[in-house]
């Protein structure tokens, strides 16, 4: 009879990624709670998965659109030196990612609490070891708390020093848009005071962040012309 | 140490400008306007040339990404606006990439991986930012496994999405990016895989 392990191992990537049917799911949440390899295994995955939403887009070496053109049929005898732009990197500390790996892994799981009855006992009876999840949920969320307003800080910080390089009609768009997102963040943290355990809320709050770090980088790049 | 090159003189700036605009390049760019398919080109280099050479380990990458615009100019006037301008540019340039690996005989056989894939990525050491050592595992990770990688956690493509575009089953598409997860992890984190 083979070791569990393995089979969960080979199911870990959709656990995270949310697209395990749910009595698999719970399967799954059975063994983690009772494998601390396994936890380490999928936290670093759910570190790697955040990492990859962070790479920064890229520019080649030299520029290519003066073989584009040639290649369309276009010619134009004027011609500019090109300096490429000085390009800024985003990027998170081992810690943070991790932080956001945890953070990834307890959302998903977190949705899967929604979607299943309410009950501490699975079809065998036994009952589920709940307590050491939700503190652990608490903790993640605390941590990226922190990191999540150091960066948003940063970025704001950057934005702040180049908004005069921004047409005033992408400003104007830009502070409207983030104010709609820090309306949206605000609303998810009162009702998250209220009610901390909703994971509903949870991916709402940090959806929200997402696309406020998103805005802000798109936005910062701008100013800096990458 | 980058050096200067020279571009095609353009009047306005081509960057930091609102999306409407953008979307008013894209008319008139397929109606054969070059400066606002310059703009276009400017505005979404960044994030074709990022795709690109990603999805190749760097291999051709500038060549590629010449071919993604020139595809683009052929293509803008079949452009119905029924997704995002930036969502069906990157699609095309997906598949770009991606016939380019049907008629390289040495890729062939990318989504075939044996075992041995697992062996194929030796731990590296670490500099202490993630982001920028997965940029380094990601250059040496399989073909296949790379390409649906980038695909799904880089750029958010769903594993149908992905399935459709590489002519896979949703099924392969899950199996490898686990696999290339797991190399991943074996890179970046040796001591614990």
Known sequence: MSHPHDHVTEQLSEYLDGELPVSARESVDAHLSGCAECRRLIEDLGSIVAAATTLPDTLPDRDLWAGVAQRIGATRATVTPFTPPVRRRFSFSVLQLAAAGILLMLMSGGLVYLARPHDDRGASGVTRAEPSAAAGDALTVSVANAQYDGAVADLERRLKAGRGELDPETVRVLEQNLGAIDTAIEQCRRALEADPANAYLTNHLVSARQRKIALLRRATALTTGS | ?193
């Open chain 2, 1 to 193: 140490m980058r050096t200067a090159l020279t571009l095609l003189q353009v009047d306005t700036p081509l960057t930091a400008r609102p999306a409407t605009d953008r979307m008013d390049d894209v008319a008139l760019a397929a109606a054969g306007d070059v400066r606002a398919f310059e703009r276009l080109y400017r505005a979404h280099l960044p994030r074709v040339h990022g795709l690109v050479r990603r999805m190749t380990a760097g291999r051709d990458a500038d060549e590629l990404t010449q071919d993604v615009f020139v595809r683009l100019w052929q293509k803008l006037s079949s452009f119905r606006g029924e997704s995002a301008f930036s969502t069906w540019l990157h699609r095309l340039a997906a598949n770009v990439v991606i016939e380019r690996f049907r008629t390289d005989t040495t890729r062939r056989q990318r989504h075939v991986d044996g075992e041995g894939i697992f062996e194929s990525l030796p731990g590296a050491r670490s500099s202490g930012d993630l982001a920028m050592d997965l940029e380094t595992a990601l250059e040496k990770l399989p073909d296949g496994a790379r390409e649906i990688f980038v695909l799904h956690d880089v750029e958010g493509y769903k594993h149908q999405e992905i399935a459709d575009l590489l002519e896979i089953s949703a099924g392969t598409s899950k199996a490898q990016l686990h696999r290339a997860r797991m190399i991943l992890r074996r890179h970046l984190r040796p001591a614990s895989a």
